[in-house]
C-alpha cells in the first residue's frame, strides 16, 4: 500500500507541471545535486531538445525513486533514439559537456569584466549588496547574467534584477543593459 502510494505521488509531480513558460514535449527526470552550471546548460540544451529537465528528488533519493525516474528516463531515450536514428542520450549528455564549457568561458568573461565589476561595485552601498548570475541563453547564442540588489542583513531580503550583462562569445565581449522597470 505504501508503495503505490509513493508511486502514485512520483507520477502526479512527473505527470503535472506547477508552472512553465513553455510547453515541452518531453520531460528528462533528475535527482541528486548538480552544480548550478551543469544544470543550467542541461536547461539549455533541453530546450534546444524540446525536453524539461524535472527535479523529482534532492540529495536523499530513495531506491523506489531513482529507480522510477531511471525507468521513465530509459523510455524517453527509447523514444528519442527511434526518432533520432542514433544514441540520444550519448548525444544529449555530449551537447550538455559542450554547453556547460561555454557556459565555464562566458563565466571567466564575466568574473574578469571591469564592466560588470563597476556596475557590481556602483550598486553596493551600506545596505545593499550586489552580485551577477546566470539566467538564460538567447537563440543568437547569447548568454545572460542579470545583476541584482539585495538588502544585507536580511535573511530573506528580496533581490532586484537591475541589469543585464549580456556576454558575446564569438566576440568575447559583455555588453550592460539597465534591465526597465514598469
Given amino acids: ?17 506547477f508552472s512553465q513558460d513553455k510547453e515541452y514535449k518531453y520531460r528528462l527526470l ?11 546548460a542541461m536547461e539549455f540544451v533541453g530546450d534546444m531538445w524540446n525536453i524539461e529537465i524535472y527535479g523529482v528528488a534532492g540529495t536523499t533519493v530513495e531506491h523506489r525513486v531513482k529507480d522510477s525516474a531511471d525507468t521513465k528516463n530509459a523510455e524517453l531515450w527509447k523514444e528519442l533514439d ?39 561595485v556602483l550598486l553596493t552601498s551600506s545596505e545593499l549588496r550586489s552580485y551577477a548570475e546566470l ?40 555588453e550592460i543593459e539597465r534591465i526597465k522597470k514598469n
Avoid: P
Wanted: aromatic share 14%; charged share 30%.
Fill in 30 to 40: 533528475t535527482y541528486g545535486t548538480t552544480r548550478l552550471h551543469y544544470s543550467k
Fill in 135 to 174: 539566467e538564460s541563453k538567447s537563440e543568437n547564442g547569447i548568454y545572460i547574467w542579470v545583476i541584482y540588489t539585495e538588502e544585507k542583513d536580511k535573511y530573506f531580503s528580496t533581490s532586484i534584477a537591475e541589469y543585464y550583462a549580456n556576454v558575446d562569445l564569438k566576440t568575447k565581449t559583455i
Fill in 82 to 120: 527511434k526518432i533520432k536514428k542514433t544514441d540520444s542520450q550519448k548525444e544529449f549528455r555530449n551537447q550538455v559537456r559542450a554547453e556547460f564549457k561555454n557556459i565555464m568561458t562566458a563565466q571567466k568573461l564575466v568574473d574578469s569584466s571591469k564592466k560588470v565589476k563597476n556596475t557590481i
Fill in 1 to 17: 500500500m505504501k508503495k503505490a502510494i509513493y508511486i502514485s505521488i512520483f507520477l502526479l509531480f512527473s505527470i503535472c507541471s
